[in-house]
């Protein structure tokens, strides 16, 4: 949430869906921010409304994963936090990396 409140002060890009698993986690976070748009599905949600960044915000386990899916549909992805807890993931982390075209942002 805090990544998330900290894009009011970006100027130029503002977010447009939100998309998590648990519908409930999603309904509160859509309401707070104001976004009508909401999935529970990433490839749906990549799909239909084709962003320019993907800002990804959640535990390091599921960061490799959403980052594979961002390159599929080739969708730069943004991290809130570090790609990995540790350098034993890094070889991991850094396919989707290699296979894009885009850029990855590590905020």
Same mark, same amino acid.
């Given at each position: 949430?805090?990544?998330?409140? $900290?894009? $009011?002060? +970006?100027? /130029?890009? /503002?977010?447009?869906?939100?998309?998590?698993?648990?519908?409930?986690? %999603?309904?509160?976070?859509?309401?707070?921010?104001?976004?009508?748009?909401?999935?529970?599905?990433?490839?749906?949600?990549?799909? /239909?409304? /084709?962003?320019?960044?993907?800002?990804?915000?959640?535990?390091?386990? %599921?960061?490799?994963?959403?980052?594979?899916?961002?390159?599929?549909?080739?969708?730069?992805?943004?991290?809130?936090?570090?790609?990995?807890?540790?350098?034993?993931?890094?070889?991991?982390?850094?396919?989707? +990396?290699?296979?894009?075209?885009?850029?990855?942002?590590?905020?």
């Amino acid at each position: 949430m805090r990544s998330a409140r $900290a894009c $009011a002060f +970006v100027e /130029k890009d /503002k977010p447009v869906a939100a998309c998590d698993l648990d519908e409930g986690r %999603l309904g509160k976070f859509a309401e707070e921010f104001g976004l009508a748009h909401r999935y529970t599905d990433l490839h749906e949600r990549l799909e /239909k409304e /084709k962003p320019d960044l993907l800002h990804i915000v959640t535990a390091p386990a %599921l960061r490799v994963p959403l980052m594979t899916i961002a390159s599929e549909h080739a969708v730069p992805p943004a991290l809130g936090q570090p790609l990995s807890p540790a350098l034993s993931h890094g070889e991991a982390a850094s396919l989707p +990396v290699s296979r894009s075209e885009r850029e990855f942002r590590d905020c």
